[in-house]
């Protein structure tokens, strides 16, 4: 079989024994003084500031980054099983997920040295949070369309444009924004992009909420308005934007959030069929549950390649292709075995998470590249090799 | 993977590569036996794998024997190689003489041998339904009863009842009737409730690690057929909704290959059962969405016996009703689970071996 569809087998040391037991002590505890309850895509929906902070409090944010940045230079295996077991129990990680998973990893990448000693340590505390400038009105798969731009001026550059379905922005500080610093080159449209911190505070930023169909508020535009980013806000080389960005997609796309925005159904559905199962019933959450066994273990390969450095770019498409494919599914299944009302305000554990999944299902297979765009990268690597 | 076992796959692909070739699984499935195959195969000592060499084998692990038959199924190796090992590993483990020559393992779990005391040994009768290659082969290994206990023993398929048959790749499968056989009582072993559940799920691992050799074979024929094949001027790959098949193949035939490697690890360490349960669940879906997008793919010429994709999809259609089907472990494997109950769910699925859902 191609090379690039193998992935390694990945035993979990022993030490890490250890610190799951710690993070579900921890979300035991929490639970138990009723700080949250779980929740389906609680990556995305779950915003709490508090959660966040204990959470940085503990360690468990910025896990694999140098001390020196306020990092704990843990494994990025110890990241995976922190980050599992928290998915896992549907906790509120919304608000630090994206600067804790692709914004500061990027910054420790390509950032300057100021820059890292300046927002590292604030979001290993759990009390910065970033948002991804990537989309925008005309531009969503095809990412190279992009044209928010800024332009050189004194001492910085002046940004305008938009971004769009900017999860997040009305409560974070910071955006990490692909933009235009040399207009379309229509022979390479991938040229001439840079990457720039944003300060969603400056002056000239507007964050407009646009709301889910469930009336829940996640996605902004963000309207940039002659805003001034100060030089030292360039974010790697100018005109390398591009290739900086493809490698922060690796991160966004191969974590077990790519499988488990719906696990706190399926919970609420061993409870709900536990008395009294029919054969039916056995069969499909005998499917389920290895599907789910077979992704983590996927999904574990994946980081187990990123632990030594390779970008499997590849294997993380087929992974998050496979892994949305089965949050929608365990929805649907579950909605199949037990006749309820799902809702969100119903008395029932098991109707709320089910309203949540199917609510929010639609966005599984859209957000960090679309099942057909995803689909589009596989087929295109599998023959090359 | 260890070095050895890495040797023992590269050695394994050569083999079978320059001996599956079309010719050779048309003509043993015309009924031919594969002599030569058979030959190089037995002298090179792949046939007794996994045992141990104090009982006359090779030595080496299940894990190593898992890792080969990948490669015998991906080259649709018409011989019976997982029959014989599986038949050797049950012999070495009750401590009967094991062979290097062609042997079948009758189904374990049946209820229709029965063993009966005579003068010097035991009788052996009933009769037992799809035997694995029980036409080609020169001993059957049997499981049957003696009142409640399990008795095993190996008997002469020259001396029984034997209907031709063959399942949907067209390798045998024949049901075998087995007339008051004698095997004189140092031929015969108890056998344990343990050990025969032991050997079932040994046997859902074996077919799903076949399968997931096939289905590689699947992926690689597939792609590769995609950058020959044009059409409208270009080749077909370049189509989207091609490029949407190969997609989904990939993805499929990558879970096979994850699933049955931690089924490997997990035999290294001899506590397989919910590994296998797994595997033959995910496999089996693997195979159910992955053959017809390769039969979509190449077109009508796939759909012939000139091309050899048939040798690897009717294998794929054979094996995932053997055994029990994916939706009869699926059923087992979610009783346990939902047994287990809620809470119990997350934990298994991080750390099946030290928390099984089960407690068989
Ligand atoms: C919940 C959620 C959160 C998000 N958060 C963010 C965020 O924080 N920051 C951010 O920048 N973006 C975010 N996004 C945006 C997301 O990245 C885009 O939705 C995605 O890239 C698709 O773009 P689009 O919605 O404009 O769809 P389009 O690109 O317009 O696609 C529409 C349809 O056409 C298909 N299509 C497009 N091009 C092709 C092609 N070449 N071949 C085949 N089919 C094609 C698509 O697959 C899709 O089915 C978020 C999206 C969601 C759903």
Known sequence: ?385 | MSEIREMLVESATKIMKDFCTKELINEAESGVWAEDLWNIVEESGLTTIAVPEEAGGTGGSYGDALSLLRIAGKYSAPIPLAETLLANWLLAEVGLPISSKPLTLSPVDNNVVTFNETEGGWGVSGIVKQVPWASLVEGIVVVGKFKDQYMIAKIDPNNCLISQGSNLAGEPRNNIEIQNQFVPSNGVAFGTDGLVSRFAHLGILVKSVLMAGALERVLELTTAYTKERSQFGRPIHRFQAIQHHLASLSGETAAAKVVTDYGIEAIDINQFETEAMIAKIRVGEAASISVPIAHQVLGAIGFTDEHILQHSTRRLWAWRDENGTEVEWAEKFGEQVINAGPEALWPSVTGINKNPISSH
């Open chain 1, 1 to 385: 079989m191609s090379k690039a569809l193998k992935l390694p087998i990945v035993e979990l040391p022993e030490n890490i024994d250890k610190l799951r037991d710690e993070v579900r002590s921890f979300i035991a505890e929490e639970r138990s003084k009723g700080t949250f309850e779980p929740q389906c895509d609680s990556w995305l929906g779950g915003f709490s500031a508090e959660f966040s902070r204990k959470l940085g409090e503990r360690g468990w944010i910025g896990m694999t980054w140098p001390k020196k940045y306020g990092g704990h230079e843990r494994s990025s295996l110890e990241r995976f099983v922190v980050t599992e077991e928290l998915l896992a129990a549907g906790a509120p990680v919304a608000a630090h997920w994206i600067a804790d998973r692709q914004s500061g990893t990027l910054l420790l990448r390509y950032g300057t040295e100021e820059q890292r000693n300046f927002y590292l340590p604030k979001i290993a505390k759990g009390e910065s949070y970033f948002v991804i400038g990537l989309s925008e009105p005309n531009s969503g798969s095809d990412l190279a369309s992009l044209s928010s731009m800024a332009t050189k001026a004194d001492g910085g550059w002046v940004l305008n444009g938009s971004k769009l379905w900017t999860s997040g922005a009305h409560h974070s500080h910071y955006m990490i924004a692909l933009v235009r610093t040399a207009p379309l080159n229509p022979e390479n449209r991938h040229q001439g992009l840079s990457q720039f911190v944003v300060d969603l505070a400056a002056p000239g930023v507007t964050v407009r909420p646009i709301r889910l169909m469930t009336g829940e508020h996640h996605f902004n535009e963000v309207i940039f308005e002659d805003v001034f980013i100060p030089d030292g806000s360039l974010v790697g080389k100018v005109g390398d934007g591009w290739k900086q960005g493809m490698a922060e997609l690796a991160y966004e796309r191969s974590g077990p959030e790519r499988f488990l925005s719906t696990l706190p159904l399926l919970t609420e559905l061993l409870n709900t069929i536990q008395l009294d199962p029919d054969r039916h019933t056995k069969i499909e959450v005998g499917k389920l549950v290895a599907r789910l066994w077979t992704l983590r273990k996927m999904s574990l390969g994946v980081a187990g390649l990123l632990e030594k450095g390779v970008t499997p770019s590849l294997m993380a498409a087929l992974v998050k292709d496979l892994g949305t494919q089965f949050e929608k599914q365990l929805a649907e299944t579950a909605r199949l075995l037990v006749s309820s009302n799902p809702s969100v305000t119903s008395s029932s554990a098991f109707e709320r998470r089910l309203a949540e999944a199917i609510l929010h299902s639609p966005g599984f297979t859209l957000r960090g590249g679309t099942t057909e765009i995803l689909r589009g990268i596989i087929a295109k690597e599998v023959v090359a090799k």
